[in-house]
């Protein structure tokens, strides 16, 4: 299996510009997870999926932040407009049984 | 007070030694325990998964978690300077199924060959 795939590795956008990450899970994999690491905050939930249906995205910080899984094979985290304090590495993770598989990351930096 | 505390070293021990890293926490609704390594600008890496007090043994590591106190522990026996990178340890509610897991921010491990 290829693990979980995510899409820019790396993404340099201006303030006010909107951003899309991409994330697909490890096929099979029911759960989806999308986490922000910060030198300053470390690893935070954002939101998770269970079979394409959002749990819980009470770790969303703004409005400015959606995401969605319009299938088992794709999610995306859009953020829109961007601000420099969105500047974070951004992991999706994939799970079935409760352990919990990331992916690479995307690297965001807002200017 | 944050729910999960780790101290964020770095922690430098030489080739071969045993290394022990330690998380605390506070909230006993937490059920299952996890330890991840994260190298420089890679992913986090599943290393070892506990849902029950007690040691689980995984060739050189092992997790060790009391409920009582709400300690977790990860030993690595035999250190290489492989072994050098971000140990990050999490912490979910949901026994037996998932949910978003709380991590602690980290400790840096640093193996002098």
């Known amino acids: 299996d290829a693990g979980v795939i995510q899409s820019p590795r790396h993404e340099v956008t201006e303030m006010g510009q909107e951003v899309t990450l991409r994330c697909k899970p490890i096929?099979?994999?029911?759960?989806l997870f999308w986490y922000r690491q910060t030198m300053m905050r470390g690893l935070e939930l954002l939101i998770y999926?269970?079979?394409?249906?959002?749990?819980?995205d009470s770790g969303m910080p703004e409005d400015r932040f959606s995401a969605k899984m319009p299938n088992a094979s794709f999610s995306t985290l859009k953020i829109q407009p961007s601000e420099p304090r969105d500047s974070a590495v951004y992991f999706c993770?994939?799970?079935?049984?409760?352990?919990?598989?990331f992916g690479p990351g995307t690297r965001l930096t807002v200017t | 007070q944050k729910e999960v505390e780790q101290d964020p070293g770095p922690l430098s021990v030489p080739e071969g030694a045993i290394v022990s890293l330690n998380c605390t926490y506070s909230n006993s609704a937490f059920q299952y325990f996890m330890w991840y390594r994260q190298y420089s600008r890679k992913g986090p890496e599943l290393l070892m998964y506990?849902?029950?007090?007690g040691n689980k043994e995984d060739g050189r590591f092992t997790a060790q978690v009391d409920k009582s106190s709400k300690y977790i522990s990860l030993f690595i026996r035999d250190s290489q300077p492989s072994d050098s990178a971000t140990y990050l340890c999490a912490m979910g509610y949901s026994g037996g199924g998932a949910d978003g897991l709380t991590f602690g921010k980290g400790t840096h491990l640093i193996i002098q060959p």
């Open positions: 993770a994939s799970s079935y049984t409760g352990e919990q598989y």
């Open positions: 096929s099979g994999h029911d759960y």
């Open positions: 999926f269970n079979n394409n249906v959002p749990i819980d």
């Open positions: 506990t849902y029950s007090s």
